[in-house]
């Protein structure tokens, strides 16, 4: 595997000292800003605690179960220890300038595990399941998950990829109903004609039939409701997002008038 140029071999499921200064220019480990050391097979990485100038980490796809080590990184930033095997988080308490943690596909299943993330105000990205929801956690199958990672982390803009708060999360949400709305039709429709069959006047159980027809009627005429309102709310967001983007043209305008007049 090479780093920053740099070949970085792997021994026994741990990196050493002498390996991750070979990365650094400067042969000095706490030069390193950025690492990825994703699907290496790794299971013990204690030398990275002396890369005190760690900001971004991808972690993912290894054999972790113990991270205390981490706890010397204060700097970093981003964080990515998807598919792992991990238990807690609470090793990652310390880490105060944290905006971005992935820890989906681990084996986290208390909820103390979030308290751990309480003291971190700049995580705004959290992300404990994939949107698959196959790269998941213990903890997301409780129906009261996603109530208590907001109550306890207010700080919190994206949970799982989804936006929360601000601007975007209505159309978010607006778009996400509209996919769940149409995987919901497929389902529904499947093994069925797509065409509706008027009964004949003077057919056997002729009654029954216009029964069963008007029921089908009434039940896509519901579903065609709730698209249109769906794509009013849509195109009302996007004209909204429009106005936003010409707002925001004109202030980057005057902007660039005011440092030429300057």
């Known amino acids: 595997m090479r780093v920053g140029g ?4 792997v021994h026994k499921g741990n990196v050493t000292l002498d390996e991750l200064k070979n990365i650094s220019g400067e042969f000095d480990v706490e030069s390193i800003h950025s690492l990825n050391l994703t699907g290496r097979g ?4 204690t030398d990275l605690q002396y890369c005190l100038g760690l900001e971004r980490l991808d972690l993912s796809n290894n054999q972790l179960c113990r991270i205390q080590w981490i706890q010397n990184l204060t700097c970093l930033t981003h964080l990515d220890l998807s598919r792992n095997s991990l238990t807690t988080l609470e ?16 084996h986290i299943k208390a909820f103390d595990s979030v308290l751990s993330l309480k003291n971190l105000p700049l995580l705004t990205r959290l992300i404990f399941q994939e949107a698959s929801q196959s790269l998941s956690n213990p903890i997301c199958l409780s129906p009261s998950y996603r109530e208590y990672v907001l109550e306890l982390l207010p700080q919190i803009c994206f949970l799982d990829h989804e936006k929360l708060r601000g601007k975007g999360s209505e159309f978010f949400y607006t778009v996400n109903n509209l996919l769940q709305h149409e995987e919901d039709t497929k ?10 069959e008027v ?3 003077g057919q056997e159980k002729d009654t029954e039939r216009w029964g069963d027809f008007l029921s089908e009627i009434n039940a896509r005429s519901n579903a065609d409701d709730l698209v249109d309102e769906a794509m009013k709310k849509f195109s009302a967001l996007v004209e909204e997002c429009n106005e936003m983007c010409v707002q925001c043209e004109h202030k980057a305008e005057w902007a660039k008038r005011k440092l030429t007049t300057n």
Do not use: D, F
């Open 6 to 9: 740099v070949k970085l071999e």
């Open 42 to 45: 790794l299971n013990e990485l």
């Open 91 to 106: 090793s990652l308490a310390c880490l105060e300038n944290l905006k971005y943690l992935n820890v989906a596909a681990n």
């Open 187 to 196: 389902g529904a429709r499947k093994g069925s004609k797509t065409s509706i």
């Open 199 to 201: 009964p004949l006047i």
